[in-house]
């Protein structure tokens, strides 16, 4: 091997040790906390399940559960005794980390985005049930 060929390949490691920088760093999944209320007061023990196109978690409010990490958004619905099932979306977005695989030509982007890993729903999510009409 030329000197060249050695100068350019230690150049370059650093950078490729990078690539998928966000799936080293945040994983695949992510922790989100789900909070229900009602009437702008807390409202416990809702039953939720929250999918993307990476499969569903379930959780009781409050609670915090890990959920893939998806470019989808992610779709929350909440069942509560005694109040009309809730339902709503928090939207997917790309991590500052995805940055980091701008000296990769983005070859780490590649591994990111497979992963999930590329992107982040909102730490907590908060869901509004209403008193279910009385009959």
Same mark, same amino acid.
């Given at each position: 091997m030329n000197k060249t060929a050695l100068v350019r390949a230690a150049l370059l490691c650093p950078w490729l040790a990078l690539s998928g920088c966000a799936t080293q760093v945040n994983g695949k999944y992510? $922790?989100?906390a789900v909070k229900t209320v009602t009437g702008g007061t807390d409202l416990p023990?809702?039953?939720c399940i929250l999918t993307n196109n990476k499969g569903a978690w379930n959780v009781t409010t409050p609670g915090t559960v890990a959920i893939h990490r998806s470019f989808d958004d992610v779709s929350?619905?909440?069942?509560h005794d005694g109040y009309t099932a809730g339902a709503g979306s928090a939207p997917? $977005? $790309?991590?500052? !980390?995805?940055w980091g695989n701008v000296p990769t030509l983005f070859i780490g982007s590649i591994v990111d985005v497979k992963s999930g890993a590329a992107y982040e729903y909102p730490s !907590? !999510?908060?869901l509004e049930l209403?008193?279910?009409p009385k009959s």
């Amino acid at each position: 091997m030329n000197k060249t060929a050695l100068v350019r390949a230690a150049l370059l490691c650093p950078w490729l040790a990078l690539s998928g920088c966000a799936t080293q760093v945040n994983g695949k999944y992510q $922790t989100v906390a789900v909070k229900t209320v009602t009437g702008g007061t807390d409202l416990p023990g809702a039953k939720c399940i929250l999918t993307n196109n990476k499969g569903a978690w379930n959780v009781t409010t409050p609670g915090t559960v890990a959920i893939h990490r998806s470019f989808d958004d992610v779709s929350v619905r909440c069942t509560h005794d005694g109040y009309t099932a809730g339902a709503g979306s928090a939207p997917s $977005t $790309t991590t500052v !980390l995805e940055w980091g695989n701008v000296p990769t030509l983005f070859i780490g982007s590649i591994v990111d985005v497979k992963s999930g890993a590329a992107y982040e729903y909102p730490s !907590l !999510l908060v869901l509004e049930l209403q008193p279910a009409p009385k009959s």
